[in-house]
């Protein structure tokens, strides 16, 4: 997917008691909640479409997608226990990365905010929080529970630096 696939004209908003009923009562789901069945290629693909329609000042879409399958999640997951063992992490943060095995799938969204913009560093962070919750709704509405997970390899720079070295497989 490339920014220009989110080009086209949006149309005028419409009221939808049907959508305004679905927020009322979404909640995110428990990490060990989230197992098979996991959306199809197709539905992954409209996620990422419906997740990345949100609002980004200067169209710099500051954020990016990695998508895990089973295989690299599990490769993530090893890199990061390693990662954490180098770093004296503690057994409640190695802990965390159990986070990782339920979910079929794993849509990481990893903010990349280009500093020195005149859309401050603060909004294209928003911007990417944005995305979070759209791929939420996404996933929803197409029936599967979804869960927006933090834990310390989120905020880690050599852990974000895995990211990108870890695909879908």
């Known amino acids: 997917m490339s920014p220009s696939d989110l080009s086209t004209a949006l149309p005028l908003p419409v009221r939808s008691q049907e959508l305004l009923s679905r927020l009322a009562v979404r909640r995110s789901a428990s990490a060990q ?16 479409l419906l997740g990345a329609r949100t609002p980004d000042h200067g169209k710099l879409f500051p954020w990016r997608f990695v998508i895990l399958g ?3 999640r599990a490769e993530l997951s090893e890199a990061l ?3 954490g063992e180098t770093q004296n992490r503690t057994g409640k943060e190695i802990a965390s990365l159990a986070k990782l095995a339920n979910p079929p799938l ?8 280009i500093e020195g913009h005149k859309v401050p560093v603060w909004e ?8 979070c919750m759209n791929l939420e709704h996404a996933a ?30």
């Open 140 to 169: 929803n509405a197409l029936g599967y529970s979804a869960s927006w997970i933090t834990d310390w390899y989120s905020y880690d720079p050599a852990a974000v630096a895995l990211f990108g070295e870890i695909g879908r497989a």
């Open 33 to 48: 909640l989230l197992t098979l069945p996991g959306p199809t290629d197709a539905e992954v693909e409209q996620m990422l």
């Open 81 to 83: 226990a390693a990662l």
């Open 70 to 72: 089973p295989r690299s």
């Open 106 to 113: 794993t849509i990481m969204v990893v903010s990349t905010p």
């Open 124 to 131: 294209q962070q928003l911007s990417a929080g944005a995305v």
